[in-house]
């Protein structure tokens, strides 16, 4: 019985994951034009709420482009230390792997897989909730004045 439910939450969370959507070109597109304008609609209320006058605007808004400039040139300077990073870790998983391969008979290992998978896609979930939420969160409140 412990056997078919098993089975069955792995069939069920294995549709899941196949079910993820994955972002298109133009679900890309659309997410950086909402971005522009939240971004404009933030200057505007920065020049309501504080009475800015249209050159302090611009150079409000020539600083954020020159923040942004350069956040885009430290994350790519960081780029090939975050790959070695990544490639560190997964070669570090794999001996684990096999390690543990040695140490367990095969039907402990297959559960021991088993259980791994299931909570990574647990980890997952709650990842997703996190952040619908939290964006949920940032949208569903006008600010109150």
Do not use: C
């Amino acid at each position: 019985m412990k056997k078919l439910v098993l089975a069955i939450a792995f069939i069920g969370m294995g549709s899941f994951a196949m079910a993820q959507h994955t972002p298109t070109p133009q679900d890309k597109q659309a997410r950086k034009v909402e971005m522009q304008q939240k971004h404009q609609e933030r200057l505007d209320q920065m020049k309501k709420d504080l009475n800015l006058n249209d050159s302090q605007v611009a150079q409000i808004k020539d600083l954020h482009e020159k923040r942004k400039a350069e956040m885009k040139a430290e994350f790519e300077k960081h780029k090939e230390a975050r790959q070695a990073k990544m490639e560190d870790m997964k070669a570090k998983r794999a001996q684990m792997d096999a390690d543990m391969k040695k140490i367990l008979t095969p039907d402990q290992y297959d559960k021991w897989q088993a259980d791994r998978k299931a909570k990574m896609e647990q980890r997952k979930v709650a990842m997703k909730d996190r952040k619908m939420m939290k964006r949920s969160m940032n949208t569903a409140a006008p600010e109150a004045k």
